[in-house]
């Protein structure tokens, strides 16, 4: 055996190992970018879960999936699930987060859907003042009220962008075709509710229904303006504090017609007017 092949033999071995070592780290490079050891078990939906339904076994799923792409509110477990109140329509695949569900009540399943400081508060509708039936739960409206100020008709935007929390008695919009209601159930706090309960004294309301993307803000009507047009009206009492002339007698005055009725302490006198 000659020189130049005990060199050559020599060099493929050299270049033998390195290839063993270069391929070895490649596949332990790899190995652990790829490693089914960096991923965790959540919880997944096996099925369509609609709006305000109660979770049971049967509607979720333990997956494992990659820990880069699991959200933080990510539930991991059948117990933080189970008899948890369904917030929004859940799809199949879907990862369960703590956002989407709610703890379930006291009292109607409706109840717990209802956002902290906020009521749920209920108006009688009709095909025109429902959209034609095309609201359904989760849809977002402006509450118009049409009223009489001065013999003239008006109309004011006294609520805005307000969540529609049920129509009927249905709280789940799983039904996406047109359905005639009687009653729609907003999500509104104490101040909007009193606004609402003014506007429908002293007119007629109408709902605007928005589109989900539209979060346009618009001007509303003041509350006291409301308030003075429903003090205002004819049908309002006409009764006057009269100032206390002495601290143990109240007098009061009340004008009816044509007589006034004069209250002194305990006693009331009949005062006639005339004209």
Do not use: C
Not at 7 to 33: C, D, H, M, P
Not at 65 to 78: C, D, G, L, R, Y
Not at 144 to 171: E, H, P, Y
């Amino acid at each position: 055996m000659n020189n130049k092949t005990i060199l050559f033999v020599l060099l493929s071995l050299i270049f033998g190992v390195a290839a063993v070592f270069l391929a070895q780290s490649w596949l332990k490079t790899n190995t652990e970018t790829f490693n089914p050891q960096a991923s965790t078990n959540v919880i997944t939906m096996a099925t369509l879960v609609p709006l305000g339904t109660l979770l049971e076994r049967k509607h979720l799923i333990l997956t494992p999936m990659p820990n880069s792409v699991i959200p933080e509110t990510a539930i991991k477990t059948f117990e933080g699930a189970e008899g948890m109140v369904v917030k929004h329509n859940l799809y199949a695949g879907e990862v369960l987060r703590s956002e989407r569900i709610t703890t379930k009540g006291e009292g109607s399943t409706l109840a717990s859907l209802i956002t902290p400081q906020m009521r749920a508060v209920t108006i009688r509708v009709n095909d025109v003042v429902g959209v034609a039936g095309f609201l359904l739960p989760g849809n977002r409206v402006d509450v118009l009220n049409l009223f009489k100020r001065g013999g003239r008709l008006q109309t004011d935007v006294v609520l805005a962008n307000v969540k529609i929390l049920a129509i009927d008695q249905r709280s789940s919009n799983d039904e996406n075709k047109p359905k005639l209601v009687r009653a729609v159930t907003l999500e509104l706090n104490l101040d909007q509710a009193e606004v609402l309960m003014i506007a429908k004294g002293r007119g007629s309301l109408q709902l605007a229904l928005r589109n989900p993307l539209d979060s346009t803000k618009v001007e509303l009507a003041a509350i006291n303006e409301a308030k003075d047009t429903i003090d205002s009206s004819p049908t309002s009492a006409a009764v006057k504090p009269i100032p206390m002339v002495s601290k143990n007698i109240i007098q009061v005055s009340t004008k009816t017609n044509s007589k006034v009725y004069l209250l002194k302490g305990m006693q009331e006198q009949v005062v006639k007017v005339s004209h």
